[in-house]
């Protein structure tokens, strides 16, 4: 489970940081705050209690316990089974754009074919709600 909320705590920051601009650092701590609250309530034992403490965990995490094994490849062919081709290719590319480095050596994905084009999106108000515009999101490195 630590895993697990690590995992959504990094890649909720690196989604955010690709979509919009980098957190804060009153930003990231907040999300910190959330998602510990989270895993209070999951009962996981001996969290960090501050971001800072976070993030050497984090890192600590990835160079001892992750590791490339015979289940990695079966999950990763699970997904390739029932999301399909073009789903998985998708998959594998959002992978490629969110994971550490680490992670993506690890996983032996391969450097990512999108790129993010400035400006990020931006957040605008309607009378229905909050919705994002942006000016064309991701393009391909061969768009140039």
Known sequence: MRDVLYML????????????????????????????????????????????????????????????????????????????????GLLMEVQAVLVPDEVRRLLHLRKPCLKRRTPRLDRVSTESGSDLVGDQGATFLNDS
């Open 9 to 88: 705590i990094d890649y909720s920051q690196r989604a955010y940081a690709l979509l919009f601009e980098p957190l804060s650092q009153q930003q990231k701590n907040e999300l910190f705050e959330v998602f510990l609250r989270i895993g209070d309530a999951l009962h996981i034992s001996a969290l960090p209690e501050t971001y800072a403490d976070w993030k050497m965990d984090r890192h600590r995490h990835l160079v001892r316990d992750l590791s490339y094994s015979k289940h990695t490849a079966m999950l990763f062919r699970s997904y390739r089974r029932h999301l399909g081709v073009w789903r998985y």
